[in-house]
């Protein structure tokens, strides 16, 4: 099994940038993937960023492209999404989640563990 703790999150002003965090604890393989999520009230969750432990490839939705960056740290087991130009719609609970897979994936049903979420909230 494979914990996850985000960590980061809070109330932050538009055009902000915050760094969220995700510590995972237990086993984990070098061949999973990591991804954030994100989810606001009333709407589905939506995927917002993917790395591999081992690949240098980094996947982004369009909405958050240029503006947020994925990143690792594997002898921590942490991975981070560094959020700039944050706006009002940017708000929502901020999941970290891994797959046991090799291939990225944007579907939240492909991931195995999740973390409890982290509030991100902009003002506007």
């Known amino acids: 099994q494979v914990q996850l703790v985000e960590s980061g999150g809070g109330l932050v002003q538009t055009g902000g940038s915050p760094r969220l965090s995700c510590a995972a604890s237990?086993?984990?393989?070098?061949?999973?993937?990591m991804a954030w999520f994100r989810q606001a009230p009333g709407q589905e969750r939506e995927f917002v960023a993917a790395?591999?432990?081992?690949?240098?490839?980094?996947y982004y939705a369009d909405s958050v492209k240029g503006r947020f960056t994925i990143s690792r740290d594997n002898a921590k087991n942490t991975v981070y999404l560094q959020m700039n130009s944050l706006k009002p719609e940017d708000t929502a609970v901020y999941y970290c989640a891994a797959a046991a897979i090799h291939y990225y994936t944007s579907t939240p049903r492909s991931y195995d563990y999740w973390g409890q979420g982290t509030q991100v909230t902009v003002s506007s």
């Open positions: 237990g086993r984990t393989l070098s061949s999973m993937h």
């Open positions: 790395i591999h432990w081992n690949d240098i490839n980094t």
